[in-house]
């Protein structure tokens, strides 16, 4: 288990080929089977690929030209991380009215849902990003309106996923357990 956590890597380059059905399905299935408080199971899984992926693009250029009106190249190299991607998966995470303390359990869940996702996506031999900042638009209202996110959810995170055309070179060094860790 330690060496395919160790082995699991943010992957934000991918081959331009379609993601199987099947592939997509056993992504999703295996978020489910996250530990969850309760048994809420507060996720909710949005599929983009095609025309619906095409779309999103849209809302994330409106975005970057709002947020960089001077910077066109910045623009368009950002918009790179949707349009080369064949596959995003946007996760949100129910809210619990006037229940703080369920809200955030909920989103830790989903975050636990989230990991094995990625632990599946590397298994099948995907590459994944967990994406916030930017065109990952969790921080705006923008993808929430266009996925048809009710108000009793929230964003958690954008997912690129696809065949990998890239072998992460920088090593992401871990600061050691024994720094992190308080023996009580
Ligand atoms: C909550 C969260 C938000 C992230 N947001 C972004 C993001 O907006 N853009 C991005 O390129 N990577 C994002 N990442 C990926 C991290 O940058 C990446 O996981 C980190 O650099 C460690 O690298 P590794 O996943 O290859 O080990 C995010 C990861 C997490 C867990």
Not at 88 to 99: F, L, M, Y
Not at 159 to 179: D, H, L, M, Q
Request: glycine content about 6%; charged content about 25%.
């Amino acid at each position: 288990m330690l060496k395919v956590l160790k082995k699991r890597r943010a992957i934000r380059k991918f081959q331009n080929k379609p993601v199987e059905l099947e592939k997509i399905e056993q992504l999703l299935e295996a978020a489910t089977y996250a530990p969850n408080d309760r048994m809420r199971e507060p996720w909710h899984f949005y599929v983009m690929q095609g025309d619906s992926l095409k779309g999103y693009e849209k809302v994330a250029l409106q975005f970057l030209q709002k947020r960089f009106p001077t910077k066109p190249h910045l623009v368009q190299s950002s918009l790179e991380a949707i349009s080369n991607t064949p596959l995003v998966i946007a996760v949100t995470s129910a809210i619990v009215e006037g229940d703080e303390g369920s809200t955030k359990e909920n989103a830790y869940a989903v975050s636990a849902a989230i990991m094995s996702m990625w632990l599946m996506a590397e298994d099948l031999g995907l590459g994944m990003v967990w994406r916030t900042r930017g065109v990952g638009l969790v921080h705006d209202r923008a993808l929430h309106e266009y996925i048809g996110a009710t108000d009793q959810e929230q964003l958690i995170g954008t997912f690129c996923i696809g065949y990998p055309a890239e072998v992460p070179t920088t090593e992401k060094k871990r600061t050691s357990y024994t720094k992190k860790t308080t023996w009580l």
